[in-house]
């Protein structure tokens, strides 16, 4: 009887045993597995974490160069109402030189009439364009860079314009070979306002609104 029940007894301590035996592997695949998981998740965010900062850093880039390789406008006056205006202007902070032929305006503005002679009057849009370069614009003679600062007679043109110094550019805003005119005294007579665009080759672009209130030689543009 007695070794009966011990045979009995260490049955049951054997199954115990297995028991708690599964368990603990059960246990320990589900242990492997959360570290397996977590591995792989963190390689996932390490990789995301990487590509948003590259994304970042190239998007940074791209920003810096189109925010230092622009022109920042300081004023514009009527040079001859006929058809120039005299732009003063610089190179926003952290630009490299730039040459005067990387930097294209373009000009754009109404022509209440569409240049036609008879009735109905049809609008167009006049568009003008060249780059700060001398003999570029639509009237070889324009284009000049000259510093605000150079006090010599004839003044001394620039080929290159330099970060930190201001400028002057006389802007011709007529092509009579295309018959499109945004001269002051057209903007000035019709009531209508002129947008100038100024984009700077691998740089950034500026924008402004031209409105003469005023057509006389030296009048602010407003």
Not at 30 to 54: D, G, H, P, S, W
Not at 66 to 71: L, P, Q
Not at 93 to 103: E, L
Not at 182 to 203: D, M, Q, R
Request: charged letters at 20%; glycine letters at 8%.
């Amino acid at each position: 009887m007695f070794e009966v029940n011990n045979m009995k007894n260490t049955q049951e301590k054997k199954i115990e045993n297995d028991s708690l035996a599964a368990i603990g592997i059960g246990a320990m695949i589900v242990f492997i597995a959360l570290i397996l998981v977590a591995a792989v998740a963190a390689a996932v965010i390490i990789q995301t974490a990487e590509k948003l900062q590259q994304n970042a850093q190239s998007t940074g880039d791209d920003t810096t160069d189109e925010m230092s390789g622009k022109v920042q406008i300081l004023n514009v006056f009527v040079n001859d109402p006929t058809d120039t205006y005299e732009i003063y202007f610089r190179l926003a902070a952290g630009s490299d030189d730039t040459a005067a032929n990387d930097i294209l305006w373009q000009i754009f503005c109404e022509d209440p009439d569409g240049g036609g002679a008879g009735p109905p009057a049809v609008p167009t849009t006049d568009r003008i364009a060249g780059d700060f370069s001398d003999g570029t614009a639509p009237t070889a003679g324009f284009g000049e860079i000259i510093p605000l600062d150079d006090a010599t007679d004839p003044p001394v043109e620039v080929d290159v314009a330099e970060a930190g110094v201001a400028y002057r550019y006389s802007l011709n805003a007529v092509d009579a070979g295309n018959a499109a005119d945004c001269s002051p005294n057209h903007l000035f007579t019709e009531n209508i306002k002129a947008s100038l665009y100024i984009h700077v080759v691998g740089g950034g672009s500026t924008f402004d609104v031209l409105k003469v209130n005023d057509a006389s030689r030296g009048a602010v543009v407003v």
